[in-house]
């Protein structure tokens, strides 16, 4: 492998601004992806509190329905929170995982590409390091 110190001054000159470049690419590369997963996150995070708050009103939805029957209620007033129970469960059925779900071990793997990102970039930096001592 040939070292460094013996490539030209122009050879030097070229990785130097090569590596540099890429380092810019890869941080902005690293930060973009970075947002995305923490604005996926965030999303999800709102999403799992709808989901709860819908889930909970589905409860309460059928909870009235079992003592309208469980009292023998009019069969208007039953048939009318049937309607209201199926109502909150279409809506709880609706919001399920959207598109932008990230589990766990999806945010790590993410996670880990970053990091690799990271020591691309420490790499590089290093290498132009290497070149100016030179």
Do not use: C
């Amino acid at each position: 492998m040939i070292a460094l110190n013996q490539l030209s001054a122009d050879d030097l000159q070229y990785l130097r601004q090569k590596w540099a470049s890429e380092i810019k690419d890869i941080d902005e590369e690293r930060a973009r992806r970075v947002d995305r997963l923490e604005k996926r996150l965030e999303t999800q995070g709102e999403s799992a509190t709808a989901q709860a708050e819908l889930e909970a009103d589905l409860a309460h939805a059928q909870a009235v329905l079992a003592i309208l029957v469980a009292n023998n209620a009019d069969p208007a007033v039953i048939a009318s929170q049937e309607v209201v129970v199926a109502e909150a469960q279409e809506a709880v059925n609706s919001l399920g995982l959207s598109a932008s779900y990230v589990s766990d071990r999806g945010a790590w793997l993410q996670q880990m590409e970053f990091d690799e990102l990271e020591q691309a970039s420490i790499l590089r930096t290093n290498r132009i390091a290497q070149i100016d001592a030179i």
